[in-house]
């Protein structure tokens, strides 16, 4: 006895078998009038792949807007800063915050800011001499 005579010409149809249901599904629904149905899914699958899109466009926007880089009134050390915040110095820990996109030292209220102005002794040329009165 042969046994492979049984055996002919097989055909691999594992992949077709998903198309078929897929393809079957389809034609169900429309025939029972779930249009709609397969509308929706459609518009839902569309919405999926435009949503990262959009969040991705929306985020960069927002980040452009409320993030601002400056330099340190104080010791001039350039770093990042959310809008509308207080921050510290990363390098001389002094309190910041934004104003019109520009860093500015926090001081509390009635607190008189004053700016020095260093003036070396080679700097000052003649001094007046005190007139001796009788």
């Given at each position: ?15 077709i ?33 435009t ?7 929306a ?54 800011d ?21």
């Amino acid at each position: 006895m042969n046994y492979k005579s049984g055996k002919g010409i097989s055909f691999n149809l594992s992949g077709i078998g998903f198309w078929l249901t897929i393809l079957a599904v389809i034609v169900i629904l429309s025939s029972i009038g779930l249009g709609w149905l397969l509308k929706s899914l459609a518009v839902l699958l569309f919405l999926l792949l435009t949503a990262p899109v959009i969040a991705v466009i929306a985020f960069r926007w927002w980040f452009k807007r409320n993030v601002i880089e400056n330099n340190c009134p104080v010791c001039g050390t350039s770093f990042i800063v959310l809008n509308n915040t207080q921050a510290r110095c990363p390098s001389c820990q002094e309190v910041v915050t934004v104003q019109d996109r520009q860093f500015v030292r926090y001081s509390p209220p009635g607190t008189v800011d004053v700016d020095v102005i260093d003036v070396s002794a080679s700097e000052v040329t003649s001094v007046p001499k005190k007139l001796d009165s009788p």
